[in-house]
């Protein structure tokens, strides 16, 4: 069972409360869905600048594995004020914690709701139907 | 049975070439559509976040464009066959993990190979290549264990199809480039002639129509491009080759 300390989107993002910020990384399923799991496949992660502006939906950057470059959307709208710097450089660590470690930005939202996403039981219902 | 459109587009200039599958991407509700297409005049394509330093031979080229899709620099010339698959994420075709779907597209390429002749045409997996060379950029001196290789002229196994995907709000486009005959900007890759008599561009989409109709259990139905696509097809011509897309700054090492 995903962490239910969060929600998604079906596109396989998390969002996670902190304090006032959405925290954003993508699910174990997203990572196995580009690299059927050997992490050398993921190659590239194209995050946004701090500053930026997103709307709920919208595309904020894209990841690269070795066979596919696939869109990381924004679960709520916001300003982009933290992004993860580090994990871009050591890729791997998606793979190993996309929980904890693996975080990709962090969004002073607009509207700090949530009820839109996915819990994590829906979530699971989803990705079991859809494979 | 269900039914694929099936698009031909021969001597596409570089930017009609990538905005057409840029177009067919994002048809929100488009069938299932294989697109065979050539370039011209001949072109490099560059990956998705490729920096343009990093391909020698684009910056001495008078046509070179970058792609949606990632991975390395492609020699688009006479003897290439291109294609593009474009369809709902969702469709049971392309359904499972990224590389559960190379799966059955390259089994369709394989497929078209053989027919053409090409004898032990087969996915790269374990094995060593001749074809993985360094510091060209070249997509196709680069291998992954689902390329598709076979004997090249040096007698070595090389790597002869590169394909790549891009996925996008709920779509996903998967194209590819086929070596027919050699490019001197691409040694050491395989192309057709290497182990079978050279064929056009439109004789191997014959085949790799034929392939796909095969592997996925599809009808393939001519059309052309209506109206819709081939105007947003056009007006994205120019992106491809754009200055700020083109040498666009990126962090990516390969």
């Known amino acids: 069972m995903r962490p239910d300390d969060r929600k998604y989107l079906d596109s396989h993002e998390w969002a996670k409360l902190e304090g006032d910020l959405i925290v954003v990384g993508i699910t174990d399923f997203a990572v196995e869905e580009l690299s059927n799991g050997n992490e050398g496949d993921l190659v590239y992660c194209d995050l946004p600048d701090v500053g930026r502006e997103v709307d709920q939906g919208e595309t904020f950057g894209e990841i690269e594995s070795v066979k596919a470059v696939s869109d990381l959307n924004a679960p709520v709208g916001g300003e982009i004020v933290e992004v993860n710097a580090d994990m871009m450089e050591h890729l791997e660590t998606l793979a190993e914690d996309p929980w904890k470690k693996g975080w990709l930005i962090k969004i002073k939202p607009t509207d700090p709701s949530m009820d839109h996403l996915l819990g994590a039981e829906a979530y699971e219902q989803q990705i079991t139907a859809d494979h | ?254």
């Open chain 2, 1 to 254: 049975m269900a039914v694929w459109n099936l698009i031909e587009t021969w001597d596409a200039s570089p930017g009609f070439a990538m905005g057409l599958d840029e177009a067919l991407l994002r048809s929100v509700g488009r069938p299932p559509t294989l697109r065979l297409y050539s370039w011209a005049p001949d072109a490099l394509s560059l990956g998705y976040f490729q920096r343009f330093g990093d391909v020698p031979a684009a910056a001495a080229h008078p046509h070179v464009v970058r792609r949606l899709t990632g991975g390395g620099a492609i020699h688009h010339h006479p003897r290439e066959l291109t294609f593009s698959v474009t369809l709902d994420a969702d469709d049971p075709a392309y359904r499972g993990s990224v590389p559960d779907s190379y799966e059955r597209a390259h089994e369709a390429v394989i497929r078209a190979l053989s027919a053409l002749g090409v004898s032990e045409v087969r996915m790269r997996r374990a094995e060593a290549v001749g074809s993985d060379l360094g510091g060209t950029g070249m997509c196709f001196h680069e291998s992954t264990p689902q390329d598709i290789c076979w004997g090249g002229a040096a007698g070595q196994l090389a790597k002869g199809v590169g394909t790549a995907q891009r996925r996008t709000a709920g779509r996903i486009l998967h194209h590819g480039s086929i070596k027919l005959g050699p490019s001197p900007l691409e040694p050491e890759v395989a192309t057709v002639a290497d182990r079978a008599a050279e064929v056009t561009p439109v004789e191997a989409g014959r085949a790799l129509r034929d392939g796909f109709a095969r592997e996925f259990g599809v009808d393939l139905e001519p059309c052309e491009p209506d109206a819709e696509l081939r105007e947003a097809a056009e007006a994205m011509a120019g992106r491809y080759s754009a200055p700020e897309f083109l040498h666009r700054e990126t962090r990516r090492r390969r």
